[in-house]
């Protein structure tokens, strides 16, 4: 028994390497985070000739693109592929054309930071071992109704490398996510597979590079919807292959994410996301 987990719930996310927290945060919080993400895009929204396009597997479309390799300590915002037409001109407002906010808001944003470090969330990381959690990475998933595209299989490790691997997820349903809009699929069990690459910095530091580790793919079948309502936390092991479909439907599917780490491991200084000036904080409001 956890200080916030019960047993169960400790040994399901040991088993399978996720758990969900139905009605983790109230509906009230979840609908002034999104607000606040709309405001956030407007504000933050690039002319579109700088647009960055952002890919099913994690990367920019240019994966040297300097503005997402700088947006460790910043808000920046991401564009979906199919937000442009075949002339290149948006289809909608920019803001309504986005993949996704990155990644610091947590620290940087008054209303992203007070809903990172919500009350229970330091007890839940405590339970599931992290000793001295520090929060690094912050995603606002906005998956768009009919153009939010698909995030495919991976693993948090892979980007957010420390040795040895600490990496958890902390993703919050800000919407309903179903089958339909897009929800996360993950592998039960799949944690305890060794992570077959990793994501790095070349030498210049001007682009990632991703090693393989394992040339086999991640099984596609047995793979677990994890449908969520608006309001659900869902803990993801660093190591856990998942994913999330397109989504065709007509109902936006708006997410949050934290990636926090433990900082007693050590972060590796190739990876894509560094801080250099900006300090890492844990679950603690200041
Ligand atoms: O929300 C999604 O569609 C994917 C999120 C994800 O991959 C993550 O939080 O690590």
Known sequence: MGKFLTAAQLTSFQRHGFLALPGFVDARRCLDLRDRALELARLHVPPPDKATIFTADGTPLHASDQYFLTSGEAIRCFFERDAFDANGWLRADAHLCLNKL?????????????????????????DIGLKEPLLLQSMYIFKQARIGGEVKCHTDHTYLWTEP??????????????????????????????????????????????????????????????????????????????????????????????????????????????????????????
């Open 102 to 126: 990155g990644h610091a808001m947590h620290d940087l944003d008054p209303v992203f930071d007070s809903f990172s470090r919500l009350p229970g969330l330091a007890a839940v990381a405590g």
């Open 165 to 286: 691997r600490t990496v958890i997820g902390f993703w919050f349903a800000i919407d309903d996510a179903t089958v339909e809009n897009g929800c996360m699929w993950a592998l039960p069990g799949g944690h305890r597979i060794p992570v077959k690459s990793r994501s790095r910095l070349n030498a210049s530091r001007t682009a990632m590079v991703l090693e393989t580790l394992d040339k086999e793919p991640y099984p596609t079948q047995g793979l677990e919807a994890l449908e969520a309502a608006r309001g659900t936390l869902i803990l993801l092991d660093g190591a856990l292959p998942h994913m999330s479909g397109p989504n065709l439907s007509d109902k936006p599917r708006h997410a949050y994410t934290i990636h926090a780490i433990d900082g007693s491991a050590e972060y590796l200084a190739d990876n894509w996301l560094q801080r250099p000036t900006l300090p890492l904080r844990g679950f603690a409001m200041n």
